[in-house]
């Protein structure tokens, strides 16, 4: 596979600017705020083969069963390793690949890594560039959890910010969403964006959140397609983005409660392949 050369910059010009943008993917009456946050505090470039960088990342392994959620809270049919079958950096790029086999009672396999205790933060520009697999029952996923290390606070209290979520059997859509008490599960702050004359399984895209006090800006390749604020939330619930600092998650999920499960015509393996993840203030 012929892989687009990567951008190796790993700063940018320091710049922070306000500025009030109207764009055509919301309603004629909405603006929206927007923040540029643009000096690097946090990469991985994925630039050496191998192992993930375990200074950056861990691993969620198994089925969920451990942590009390079986299929991981959303009836998911993958079993997360850290093998090389399943995970690995090469040629520039983290390669996440769900299988088809038998494993610890699981008929698929893929893998999750999380920077959970390692690199936790509040507000800021997440991104990363990525080309996603296709086909039914795949859903590969890059987003962020609130931090419930003390085990005092819980799903969907810590709060959750996908930055992009994917349905493997609809290659030209991408979602954003927020849980929170009161909008979660099937019932998030949700927005698509579509792309137009292209797919995201066969070239790499830009997924992206710009995320201050008290709005979460969605973006894919610099298009700015979201703005979520409180005043977005349900009448009664709470805004859980402001206080807790949150962890940046990647993964490849078969199967689920956001989209249905593989059928015999879903082709494995399918591979996520990351360019890099970087954070910006």
């Known amino acids: 596979m012929n892989f687009i050369n990567k951008y190796k910059s790993h700063m940018r010009l320091s710049l922070f600017a306000f500025a009030i943008v109207f764009f055509s993917n919301c309603e004629n ?35 969920g069963s451990a942590q009390g959620l079986p ?11 850290n093998r090389s079958e399943n995970i690995e950096v090469k040629d520039g790029m983290l390669h996440i690949t769900a299988k088809r086999e038998t494993f610890m009672g699981a008929n698929y396999t893929s893998a999750k890594i999380l920077t959970k205790g390692l690199y936790e933060t509040t ?30 606070v819980a799903w969907p209290n810590i709060g959750e910010i996908d930055i992009m979520e994917y349905r493997g059997q609809q290659p030209t859509i991408t979602h954003g969403s927020v849980h929170g008490p009161g909008y979660s599960g099937g019932n998030p702050i949700t927005k698509s964006y579509e792309l137009t004359n292209d797919r995201f399984d066969t070239g790499f895209h830009i997924f992206g959140i710009e995320w201050g006090e008290n709005y979460i800006n969605y973006y894919v390749d610099d298009v700015l397609y979201n703005q979520i604020t409180p005043a977005d939330l349900p009448e009664g619930t709470e805004w859980v ?17 956001f989209l249905d499960n593989p059928d015999a015509n879903t082709v ?11 954070v910006y203030k």
Do not use: H
């Open 241 to 257: 983005f402001n206080s807790n600092q949150f962890y940046i998650i990647l993964n490849l999920a078969v199967g689920g409660n």
């Open 268 to 278: 494995f393996p399918q591979t996520m392949i990351v360019d890099y993840v970087r």
């Open 71 to 81: 299929g991981w809270g959303n009836n998911e049919l993958q079993y997360y390793t």
């Open 123 to 152: 507000y800021g520009r997440f991104e990363a560039r990525i080309k996603l697999p296709w086909g039914k029952g795949l859903w590969p996923a890059f987003w962020m959890l609130g931090d419930d290390s003390n085990g005092t």
């Open 29 to 63: 009456n909405e603006t929206q705020i927007t923040t540029t946050k643009s000096e690097l505090v946090w990469a991985d470039e994925f630039d050496t083969n191998g192992g993930v960088d375990q200074s950056k990342w861990k691993f969620d392994l198994g089925d």
